[in-house]
């Protein structure tokens, strides 16, 4: 994924960030730092194209959302939320949806019941109401769905922020090893995008960092690969 020059603001003139440039590659796992408010969340929607951008391009095998569509691009690079879905009833309900979904349906599908009992999830958790459920649940629920659909990128906002150290280490372990195959069989490695406050997680996961800070109320940021950062 290439992202050249990138800019978002609040409303038309409140830039957020600007002149944001950075290349990775599958299988690089980049770690979002950077203190509340700066823009970590809005980073990410901005590769979803979620939100509208103010300059910039981004692309992905040299293609940009306008080349593939809104909901190709949005299949491929999957923004995962902490919260529920507001709108459906029970997992199982919201899997359901996505399934039929005319994007998803040209791409193989996993199991996402068998992925989260990865991550200590068990099977009645699916067909619960929501509202039935621990923060920590959803959480595992919604990324056990969203590894279901196998995306090219995998955009984290921070994805363990609800669970325990041992809950923590099994999501860590599956996604600084996961694969994917596509239709034709070929296995591929997704980028992953993983926002955390946790230096010690940040350490365990990272081979590339992406920090926002703020100089001079300006936002500045730093990637680099993570064994050359001072
Ligand atoms: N929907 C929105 N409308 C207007 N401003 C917003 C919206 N969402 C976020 N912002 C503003 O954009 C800025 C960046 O917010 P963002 O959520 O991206 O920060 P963050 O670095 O992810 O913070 P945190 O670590 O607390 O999650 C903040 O000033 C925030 O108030």
Known sequence: MLVENLCVAKGATDVIFEHVSIEAKPGDLVVVRGPSGIGKTTFLKALAHLIPLKHGKITLNSQTFEDYGAADWRTKVLYVPQRAPTMEISPTSYFNRIKSFKSQKKRKILDPVEIGKNFGLDEDIWTKNWSQLSGGEIQRVVLSIALSTQPEVLL????????????????????????????????????????????????????????????????????RAYHDFP
């Open 156 to 223: 984290l906002d921070e994805p363990t922020s609800a669970l325990d150290p041992h809950s923590t280490e099994k999501v860590e372990n599956l996604l600084t090893k996961i694969e994917f195959n596509d239709n034709d069989g070929m296995i591929y490695k997704p980028l992953i995008f993983w926002i955390t406050h946790d230096d010690l997680q940040e350490q365990r996961i990272a081979t590339h960092i992406l920090r926002f800070e703020s100089v001079n109320n300006k936002t500045i940021y730093a990637y």
